[in-house]
């Protein structure tokens, strides 16, 4: 036995899993493209991919996955394909009360909501009631998400604060900032896995992955499999998290 020679054939440490992780799922569109498909056959196969991931991490005992739906960016794409991810939103949340919320997954939402259809924020409203008394897995689902708008609206909230006198200026800590963006209450992620070989963050959890382990992987989205996800596990449990300490 070549024990060790293949990172698949070491083990998972369970003791030391991160307790949240974020995942930047790119590719579907290049996924599509090389089996000459449209981008909305991507966009459909990343979602399968999705709930195959989640309930991984679930079982695994994972406390919180974020996952980078629709950007605040994304607006910028043609009509026909806002469109047709909107449905898929949609229509992801919907199964999700038969799917994910059976396997005690708690799906909230993070971003801005005004920009989305009422049909899209009732269906939030409706799923995160749904399953806000879960105990497994916190999956945020990042939907119009960009971390400079969130930015924005905590630095709103806390000068509102400061301007009917709640709080001084010199009270503004970390924590205050942390505790107004849309992840407030949560930890911060440990590990954020990015798909499809772009190695940047596209303004996903800017403020919050200030310390956490990037896992960059040239497989495209809709690919990515369970085996992929232990390799990055594997990867993170070999980091060194100095954290700026020796
Ligand atoms: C990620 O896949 C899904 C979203 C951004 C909504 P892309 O649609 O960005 O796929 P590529 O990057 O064009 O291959
Ligand atoms: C980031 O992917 C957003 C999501 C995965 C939802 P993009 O495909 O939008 O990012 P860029 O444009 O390559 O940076
Ligand atoms: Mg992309």
């Known amino acids: 036995m070549f024990f060790g020679r293949k990172k698949r054939l070491e083990t998972i440490d369970m003791n030391n899993l991160p307790v949240h992780i974020g995942v930047i799922m790119d590719g579907n569109g290049r996924w599509a493209k090389k089996r000459g498909l449209p981008r909305s056959a991507g ?3 990343g979602a399968d991919t999705l709930k195959k991931i989640v309930t991984e991490c679930n079982n695994m005992g994972i406390k919180y996955i974020t996952v980078y739906a629709f950007s605040t960016e994304n607006w910028k794409r043609p009509k026909e394909e806002v469109n047709f ?3 898929l939103l949609l229509s992801y949340l919907r199964d999700s009360e038969k799917t994910l919320a059976k396997e005690n997954v708690v799906i909230r939402a993070i971003g801005g909501r005004e920009e989305l259809s009422e049909e ?3 269906q939030i409203k409706k799923t995160e009631e749904f399953t806000k008394n879960n105990t497994g897995i ?3 689902i990042a939907l119009n998400y960009g971390s400079r708008e969130e930015l924005v609206r905590a630095a709103k909230k806390i000068a509102e604060r400061t301007k009917c006198g709640e709080i001084q200026v010199d009270d503004i800590t970390e924590d205050m900032i942390s505790a107004e963006l849309y992840t407030g209450g949560q930890l911060d992620p440990d590990l954020i896995i990015r798909t499809s070989n772009e190695l940047r963050l596209s303004n996903f959890l800017m403020w919050q992955s200030a310390y956490s382990e990037l896992y960059f992987t040239k497989t495209l989205w809709p690919d990515f499999s369970v085996r992929d ?3 990055a596990i594997l990867e993170y449990q070999s980091r ?5 300490g020796v």
């Open 229 to 231: 996800l232990h390799n």
């Open 240 to 244: 060194n998290r100095r954290y700026g």
């Open 120 to 122: 899209i924020r009732a």
């Open 43 to 45: 966009h459909q196969a």
């Open 138 to 140: 916190v999956m945020n």
């Open 85 to 87: 991810l909107m449905n």
